[in-house]
């Protein structure tokens, strides 16, 4: 088990399945077989120096399902990012193809870890620009992530 400290900052990411693939299952083979898995965040990039704020804290990123898989939250940890690409091939083999369908400007995120977590772990994000609680605008947004903290120690 981990403990995430009270005011902590977090990625929180929602991410889409590619096709047929599974985005969590993938990623955690080649987590599983290679000891890291790199994640590509493409469209709307993320501000590198809030990444490297969550970094410094941990290197968090909370990772949402989409709808249709129940909306359930994962628990990961970076380590590092690039803008470059990875430097291995670390990554799931589907990224070929998604990479050639020009979403390959993007940001890097080497992930060192990435777990279930239980939902009600939401209840303790909130907004880090303004307190605002998660929960009150994950559903009413669009958008891929957010960047929110910790109001209470969370256990995982």
């Known amino acids: 088990n981990m403990i995430i400290e009270k005011?902590?900052?977090?990625?929180?990411?929602?991410?889409?399945?590619?096709?047929?693939?599974?985005f969590i299952e993938e990623h955690t083979q080649v987590l599983n077989e290679e000891g890291h898995v790199w994640i590509l965040k493409s469209g709307k990039i993320p501000d590198v120096r809030k990444l490297?704020?969550?970094?410094?804290?941990?290197g968090f990123i909370i990772l949402k399902t989409p709808k249709a898989e129940g909306n359930n939250y994962y628990l990961?940890?970076?380590?590092?990012?690039?803008?470059?690409?990875?430097d291995d091939n670390a990554y799931p083999s589907y990224y070929k193809s998604y990479?050639?369908?020009?979403?390959?400007?993007?940001?890097?995120?080497?992930?060192?870890?990435?777990?279930k977590i239980k939902k009600e772990i939401i209840n303790r994000l909130v907004l880090a620009n303004g307190?605002?609680?998660?929960?009150?605008?994950i559903n009413k947004t669009m958008t891929s992530f957010?960047?929110?903290?910790?109001t209470d120690?969370?256990?995982t």
Do not use: C, H
Not at 52 to 58: F, N, S, T
Not at 104 to 115: D, K
Not at 131 to 137: S, T
């Open 76 to 86: 990961a940890q970076f380590d590092s990012m690039s803008n470059n690409g990875p």
């Open 99 to 115: 990479l050639d369908e020009e979403n390959n400007n993007g940001i890097w995120i080497r992930i060192t870890r990435l777990t």
């Open 146 to 150: 957010m960047f929110v903290k910790t």
């Open 131 to 137: 307190e605002k609680p998660v929960l009150d605008v």
């Open 153 to 155: 120690e969370i256990e």
């Open 7 to 22: 005011g902590i900052n977090i990625l929180l990411f929602r991410f889409k399945d590619y096709r047929r693939y599974s």
């Open 52 to 58: 490297e704020r969550i970094k410094d804290d941990g």
